[in-house]
């Protein structure tokens, strides 16, 4: 009654404005989140964070009523929304998106992470296939540091001219196995659609990258990918990985382009997910159906305003600037202003 | 037999109870297909996974009665200082959230846990591993097996246990021969109760073990994964596993009280 009570005495109930973010924004957006419900009072941010490919699946497959949509692979956005009708209707999920930030992939650890002191970017693959080393891997079926690790496993083939790089250390390590075709110029991964790792494995796999970090602090595993902003907002030891690497350098697409992660899905998953190596480009829409759009549209602009800038830059995550991205003639009204800086 | 009157409200109170109980269950039963059924029954990994839950349910129960027995005849009959606090440390896992627990429990069971460590020397690990599954079982349904059994001790007569004495039986003999005896219909219940409880966690586990997947892990990896289509199936199955060995331990237990 006491709860009933309280809530008849506020003024005016307040709007929720629901945001589904990649983990690894979880920092600069919670303190979005601060900021714009202390700039806008009547709105209530309810975020929740995951990974990628399942943040787009609670809009698509689970169809819950979401305003803004976060991912951190923006590839995801037209395979997975754009394709698809909001069931009933003629109208897709999405047509427009923005490329709001990138990243770099690397290594976190910590000091007393086994072989710290020898670990560097011409043996990482090495030490991380030692048998005595905890690698914390982030699912690829549902998560974009899933699948990019991998790539990037595929790709050190090339980079240090050793074919066995990528069995080295997945074989043995999954009850079904993740393949490798190597064919130098085009190298295509593919995951089977159960995933798990076996009894003596040392990898230790969870569904998002996010999920490894209270791992990795309480020394369960030794190294973890993880993105630059996130090991540096927790303020991890960091390996980074070569350019050529590390998916983060927008002259070597055609670079990464080599490498592709298919997943295998047969009987769950409507559409057969491909995800070909690119420069890490985070993506953000408001999906059609959203229930608060104008709302979910002052979120985004408060993302790209001087202070939403100022957020992701102290959270090591800076805006691609200027506003970029794809369908741009798609974007709601009040968004259309950010289109100026192109 | 006199027939009992109930208030009209309490019978209708009560139906709605039961039906918010059994309605969900019902309409996850009907919602899934026959065919979609039969492709889980044979999915592998479902019945893997049903096995390694149930497994190390059963694990976590024995355990819990190898030391939750001595604690519960001991909290039964003495009466010693301390015991209030020794009762409130018993139900502790059930106020502590699961996910709390799971954390609590990583700490100590961890690669870099007092426990942990130690194990790891004879080559026990708990995290991802069926160790860590049972770990994580036992601590939040401990509490359930204690007290049922305490009470069950408790009511034994305790005049029987001193005449045994009296007889020449050791403090052994009269636990096992005489209170285990009279006892035990609630100790079983307890330890059903327990190992239900185990089976159904979820929070502490995944935090230990996220693989290998017991079936809430699986069912939850499914739904968030791969949508309701694929985890219903699971979930509708485990129901009727899980509602087909219940009605089998009652049966069990009534027709053992009827021949005793």
Not at chain 2, 214 to 243: D, H, K, N, W
């Amino acid at each position: 009654m006491t709860l009933l009570g309280s809530a008849a005495c506020t003024p005016k109930a307040k709007t929720p404005l629901v945001v589904f973010a990649a983990g690894s924004l979880i920092q600069p957006f919670d303190d979005l989140e601060k900021a714009f419900e202390a700039k806008y009072p009547d709105l209530d941010i309810l975020a929740e964070y995951h990974g990628s490919i399942q943040v787009i699946r609670h809009v698509t497959e689970l169809h819950e009523a979401i305003d803004v949509v976060a991912s951190a692979d923006q590839a995801l956005i037209p395979m997975l929304m754009y394709d698809v009708n909001i069931p009933g209707t003629e109208q897709p999920y999405s047509d427009w998106y923005l490329s709001f930030a990138s990243n770099h992939l690397a290594l976190a650890y910590k000091p007393g992470s086994k072989y710290a002191d020898e670990i560097n970017q011409d043996n990482w693959y090495e030490v991380l296939s030692r048998p005595d080393v905890k690698v914390g891997l982030s699912d690829p079926r549902f998560d974009a540091v899933g699948y990019r690790q991998l790539m990037t496993f595929a790709m050190a083939q090339n980079e240090y001219g050793k074919e066995t790089i990528f069995n080295d250390f997945i074989d043995g390590q999954f009850t079904h196995r993740i393949r490798l075709v190597d064919m130098g110029d085009l190298q295509i991964i593919r995951i089977p659609e159960l995933l798990e790792t076996t009894r003596e494995s040392h990898i230790m796999m969870r569904g998002s990258s996010v999920a490894l970090i209270s791992l990795l602090e309480a020394g369960e595993i030794d190294y973890a990918f993880e993105y630059e902003s996130v090991i540096k907002q927790h303020s991890f030891e960091m390996l980074r990985l070569p350019d050529s690497l590390n998916l983060g350098n927008p002259d070597l697409e055609e670079q990464y382009a080599r490498a592709t992660v298919k997943l295998d899905f047969r009987r769950f998953a409507s559409v057969d997910p491909i995800f070909k190596g690119e420069q890490i480009k985070y993506g953000i829409t408001i999906p059609s159906n959203a229930p608060h759009p104008e709302e979910a549209a002052l979120f985004i602009q408060f993302l790209y305003s001087p202070e939403g800038q100022a957020i992701m830059q102290e959270n090591a995550h800076p805006l691609l600037l200027p506003p970029r991205g794809d369908g741009l003639a798609n974007l709601p009204e009040s968004l259309q202003g950010l289109r100026q800086g192109q | 037999m006199k027939k009992t009157h109930f208030p009209v409200g309490f019978v209708i109170a009560a139906s709605l109870m039961i039906l918010f109980i059994i309605l969900p269950i019902i309409i996850t039963l009907l919602s899934v297909s026959a065919e979609q059924m039969l492709r889980t029954i044979t999915d592998k990994d479902v019945a893997r996974s049903i096995g390694l839950t149930f497994l190390a349910g059963a694990i976590s129960t024995a355990m819990g009665m190898l030391t939750g027995l001595p604690l519960a005849y001991i909290l039964a009959r003495g009466s010693f200082r301390g015991k209030s606090l020794l009762l409130g440390i018993v139900d502790l896992p059930l106020i502590i959230p699961h996910t709390a627990a799971g954390i609590a429990l990583l700490l100590v069971f961890g690669r870099q846990g007092m426990l942990g460590q130690a194990f790891a020397q004879v080559g026990l690990f708990f995290m991802d591993r069926l160790a860590g599954v049972v770990v994580g079982m036992m601590f939040v349904s401990l509490p359930l097996l204690v007290n049922a059994s305490r009470d069950a001790f408790a009511s034994v007569n305790v005049e029987l246990e001193q005449s045994a004495r009296v007889d020449g039986a050791n403090a052994w003999q009269v636990f096992w021969q005489i209170t285990l005896p009279m006892a035990w219909r609630g100790v079983l219940s307890g330890a059903v109760t327990m190992w239900a409880r185990g089976i159904s966690e979820f929070g502490a586990v995944v935090i230990l073990a996220y693989s290998p997947k017991i079936i809430p892990v699986l069912i939850y990896e499914r739904f968030q994964g791969f949508g309701l289509s694929s985890a219903t199936p699971i979930a509708a199955i485990l129901l009727v596993v899980v509602l087909f060995l219940f009605a089998l331990l009652r049966w069990l237990a009534s027709s053992l009280e009827k021949n005793s």
